[in-house]
C-alpha cells in the first residue's frame, strides 16, 4: 500500500480503478480503509475509488490530540491527501464514523466534494454517549489502569502497532496524564453534539450542504434510523434508500448485515453518481 506524508504523519492509501470521477471512501469505527474494499471493487468500474486509513486507524501513524475533533482532524487529512494525488473534485463516501467525516469534508471544503455517499448515520445522545465510551473512554481506563504500555495492548492499538510498529514508541512517548487529558478533551467533543440531529453538523450546517446526498439507514440503536431520515430532510439534494434487510432491537448490530447488502448499495450508489456526477473529461 502506498504512504504519504499528510500534516505530518505518514498515511496509508490505495486506490482502485483508472478513471471516471474520484470516490472516497471511509469505513465505520477505527476500521482501516480495507474494510471499505469490498464496495469499493464493485464501484471501481468507471470511477477512481481511493481508500485510506485514517490516522489511529490500520498502517496509518498514530497522533492523538488536537484543538479540534478527531473527525475535523480526518477531514483535513483527507482533503490534503486528496490534494497530493490530484483527486478533487471528490464523491465522500462513508459509514458511521467515515459518514460523519465524508460530512465534515463537504462542510470544510464545499468546493472540493462533488456528492455524498452516507450510510449508518449517528446522532443522538445514546450514540453520542456510546461512541465517547468506545473511542476514548475505554483508552482512559486502561491508561488508568496500566500506563501507556496497557493502552499499547488494548484490541485497537495493538493493531495499530502491529501494523506499523513506529506507534508503539510514539505511545509510550506520553505521559499517561497527558493522553488522558487528550482523549478527555477528545470525548468532549461528542458529548457536546448530543442535541444535534447528526453527530458534527448542525440543522444550518446540514441546510448548507449543496451537492447531492446518497443516504442508507443504519439499523441499531446507535445508528438509529430516523437519524439518516432527518438527514435527508435537511440536506437540500437528498435520496433515502432504505436497503438494510434487519433492524436490530439492539445497541450495535453486526458487521454482517452490511455485508449481505454491498451489492445492493453498490448498485444504488453507482445509479445515483450517474444521475448527479459529471464524468471529468481526460
Known amino acids: ?9 505518514s498515511m496509508n492509501y490505495e486506490i482502485l480503478g483508472d478513471s471516471g470521477p474520484w470516490v472516497a ?23 477512481r475509488v481511493v481508500l485510506f486509513d485514517r490516522r489511529n486507524c490500520g498502517a496509518s501513524d498514530v497522533s492523538i490530540g488536537a484543538d479540534k475533533s478527531e473527525s475535523e482532524v480526518w477531514a483535513e487529512d483527507l482533503h490534503q491527501l ?4 490530484g483527486a478533487l473534485p471528490v464523491v465522500a463516501g462513508g459509514g458511521s464514523s467515515g459518514c460523519r ?7 470544510r471544503y ?35 489502569r496500566g500506563g501507556m504500555k496497557a493502552v499499547c495492548e488494548t484490541e485497537h492499538f495493538a493493531e495499530c502497532i502491529a501494523a506499523n510498529p513506529r506507534n508503539r514508541d510514539y505511545l509510550m512517548g506520553f505521559s499517561t496524564e497527558e493522553f488522558i487529558r487528550r482523549m478527555r478533551d477528545w470525548s468532549e467533543y461528542f458529548l ?3 442535541d444535534l440531529p447528526i453527530i458534527g453538523a448542525s440543522e444550518q450546517d446540514l441546510r448548507s450542504i449543496r451537492v447531492p446526498a446518497c443516504i442508507v439507514p443504519g439499523n441499531d440503536w446507535r445508528h438509529n434510523p430516523k437519524v ?8 437540500p439534494i437528498s435520496e433515502l434508500h432504505d436497503l438494510i434487510k434487519v433492524q ?11 455485508d449481505e447488502i454491498e451489492d445492493e448499495m453498490a448498485t444504488t450508489f453507482v445509479a445515483f453518481l450517474k444521475h448527479h456526477v459529471t464524468v471529468p473529461a481526460e
Open 101 to 107: 467525516l465524508a460530512v465534515l469534508m463537504a462542510l
Open 248 to 258: 436490530r432491537d439492539v445497541d450495535l448490530g453486526p458487521h454482517e448485515d452490511w
Open 228 to 235: 439518516a431520515a432527518r438527514a435527508a430532510e435537511l440536506i
Open 192 to 194: 457536546r453534539d448530543k
Open 110 to 144: 464545499p468546493e472540493a466534494v462533488s456528492a455524498l455517499l452516507l450510510w449508518r448515520v449517528t446522532g443522538g445522545a445514546h450514540a453520542c454517549e456510546k461512541l465517547a465510551l468506545q473511542y476514548y473512554g475505554e483508552y482512559i481506563e486502561a491508561a488508568k
Open 82 to 85: 486528496l490534494s497530493e494525488l
Open 25 to 47: 471512501l471511509s469505513p465505520g469505527g477505527r476500521r482501516g480503509g480495507s474494510a471499505a474494499a469490498g464496495l469499493g471493487r464493485k464501484m471501481a468500474a468507471g470511477h
Open 1 to 9: 500500500m502506498p504512504t504519504a506524508k499528510i500534516n505530518g504523519i
